[in-house]
């Protein structure tokens, strides 16, 4: 049984992954709590279970809390924390998805394009001959265009960030300060907008709650525009960064940059693992039978190299032209900033690329290291502009 504890602390990553996914496409294994899990880590296997009903996203439907539940966090924050796209099934689940992409759309992406190559050439125009490229440019775009989005106001980037910092910590106290903080401050800010709307994305929600009266409670509208604060940089400034040290320290054709960065998210996505699923009967998976009401983890990153699914898994191929892989999710719960993130991540690689064609490390290789969690992060990126 593989202990996911191992995600946590694994020097090597991609050894710990690969070493799971030799134990069979289901298997299983025990969460970080120490509680019971089946681990999914095949192509089929996978998609099946982020698209049968039969496996639910919420935990309140569950006789007992499983992994990854907010358990013994207190009752002023826990709603918050569940009433969020991706902890709700059907119809919840389509209602508030159908709600949030009435105005989370591709065209308002489209037209924030200009404005994301403004701010990348912005902070490329006032690096140093050496810099760290997380902490001075694949951390603050990504930052910077998700308050331009959302309508969060420049001056208070650095108070939000320390509690959105504090809901990854493994302390229960620091996590429910981090909540408090953040729900208290959205609250304010939608009380802001209401009185004054804007062109931004929380204005957007605002107007289409009041259309819809009690189909968007103020507890959604609060847990949504956490979610999509906090999920619109950390992700994005890790595939920025992780893809940067690939194109350093590999011998890459691009190519077409769309096709690079789809190949890069498969290669290196910082989403490793889903949200948990539950069994709400038995199902059979990937030969194995699964009683009802146990928990379930589909790990992404090992399902994108399976190689019933993708030839030659293991190699980093830019052009790789057959890449239908779950860096986003699968399914009625597919990220829906996968669009933005996916024209962040292009303007990045692209901008930094043609003003910096030179780039290179700092420090050797072996010296980059990963952040200890469950998202595949880079602690620090050092880079100079020429060798």
Request: hydrophobic letters at 45%; charged letters at 20%.
């Given at each position: 049984m593989t202990d996911l504890t191992g995600l946590l602390t694994a020097p090597d990553r991609d050894a710990f992954l690969a070493d799971l996914a030799r134990q069979g496409p289901v298997s299983r294994g025990t969460y970080v709590d120490g509680s019971p899990v089946w681990l999914v880590t095949g192509y089929p296997e996978s998609v099946a279970v982020l698209t049968d009903p039969r496996f639910s996203n919420d935990v309140t439907r569950q006789a007992a809390a499983g992994p990854a539940a907010p358990t013994g966090l207190p009752d002023d924050v826990t709603p918050y924390l569940l009433h969020t796209l991706g902890l709700y099934d059907p119809p919840d689940h389509t209602r508030l998805r159908r709600l949030v992409s009435r105005e989370f759309t591709a065209r308002r992406v489209e037209r924030l394009r200009p404005r994301i190559q403004e701010i990348a050439d912005a902070l490329m125009s006032d690096l140093p001959e050496e810099f760290d490229l997380i902490e001075r440019f694949a951390y603050p775009l990504p930052i910077q265009v998700i308050c331009e989005l959302l309508g969060v106001p420049a001056g208070d980037r650095d108070t939000w960030r320390s509690w959105a910092a504090d809901l990854g910590a493994p302390d229960l106290d620091k996590i429910a300060a981090g909540a408090r903080g953040l729900i208290a401050y959205m609250s304010r800010l939608i009380d802001a907008k209401r009185a004054a709307p804007g062109d931004d994305l929380l204005s957007g929600l605002i107007k289409v709650q009041e259309a819809d009266g009690d189909r968007l409670s103020d507890e959604e509208l609060i847990s949504l525009s956490i979610s999509i604060l906090v999920a619109g940089h950390e992700t994005?400034?890790?595939?920025?960064?992780?893809?940067?040290?690939?194109?350093?320290?590999?011998?890459?054709?691009?190519?077409?940059?769309?096709?690079?960065?789809?190949?890069?998210?498969?290669?290196?996505?910082?989403?490793?693992?889903?949200?948990?699923?539950?069994?709400?009967?038995?199902?059979?998976?990937?030969?194995?039978?699964?009683?009802?009401?146990?928990?379930?983890?589909?790990?992404?990153?090992?399902?994108?190299?399976?190689?019933?699914?993708?030839?030659?898994?293991?190699?980093?191929?830019?052009?790789?032209?057959?890449?239908?892989?779950?860096?986003?999710?699968?399914?009625?719960?597919?990220?829906?900033?996968?669009?933005?993130?996916?024209?962040?991540?292009?303007?990045?690689?692209?901008?930094?690329?043609?003003?910096?064609?030179?780039?290179?490390?700092?420090?050797?290789?072996?010296?980059?290291?990963?952040?200890?969690?469950?998202?595949?992060?880079?602690?620090?990126?050092?880079?100079?502009?020429?060798?």
């Open positions: 994005t400034a890790g595939l920025i960064s992780q893809s940067v040290l690939l194109l350093l320290t590999r011998s890459l054709d691009m190519g077409d940059v769309s096709g690079a960065v789809e190949e890069f998210l498969r290669f290196t996505g910082v989403a490793e693992i889903a949200v948990m699923r539950y069994t709400l009967e038995p199902v059979e998976l990937g030969g194995v039978s699964i009683p009802a009401g146990e928990a379930v983890q589909v790990v992404y990153a090992a399902a994108n190299r399976d190689p019933r699914r993708f030839d030659r898994p293991g190699l980093l191929d830019p052009r790789r032209a057959d890449n239908p892989h779950l860096a986003f999710g699968h399914g009625i719960h597919y990220c829906m900033g996968a669009a933005l993130a996916r024209c962040e991540i292009g303007i990045a690689l692209t901008t930094l690329m043609r003003r910096f064609p030179r780039l290179a490390l700092s420090v050797p290789a072996n010296e980059i290291k990963w952040r200890p969690g469950m998202g595949r992060a880079l602690t620090s990126l050092p880079v100079r502009t020429a060798p």
